[in-house]
């Protein structure tokens, strides 16, 4: 079982920025065709945030476009996270999410890591 591993979540400030990160097994060899992230706040749907693909296509959810950078090594098969001009709305678990296509879609989570952003 390839279980993603996240990072760098914690408590910021309004217009304070944090940079999450996430990583694949050392021992997995495959690169993974595209890595992102999603968030769910408390009592709210859990949405995607940012995609990158192995070829470097990039996707972002409009509330996050310019705030957020999202970027990865794919040789280590680690995706970033950057995140600037937090604001309170942005708090919620933030998930680390890969799949890959020559595996028909197969797709991988990380256990979660809390942003919280305060007033």
């Known amino acids: 079982q390839v279980r993603l591993v996240e990072s760098g979540g914690g408590l910021a400030q309004a217009g304070g920025s944090l940079r999450l990160s996430c990583a694949g097994p050392?021992?997995?060899?495959?690169?993974?065709?595209?890595m992102g992230w999603y968030r769910q706040a408390p009592g709210k749907q859990r949405e995607l945030v940012a995609t990158?693909?192995?070829?470097?296509?990039?996707n972002y959810v409009d509330s996050v476009k310019d705030r957020f950078t999202i970027s990865r090594e794919n040789v280590k098969n680690v995706v970033h996270l950057q995140m600037n001009s937090l604001k309170p709305e942005d708090t919620a678990v933030y998930y680390c999410?890969?799949?890959?296509?020559?595996?028909?879609?197969?797709?991988?989570w990380g256990q979660g890591t809390q942003v919280t952003v305060s007033s």
């Open positions: 990158i693909t192995k070829d470097g296509r990039i």
């Open positions: 050392d021992t997995f060899a495959t690169t993974f065709t595209e």
């Open positions: 999410h890969a799949r890959l296509l020559s595996y028909n879609w197969v797709e991988f």
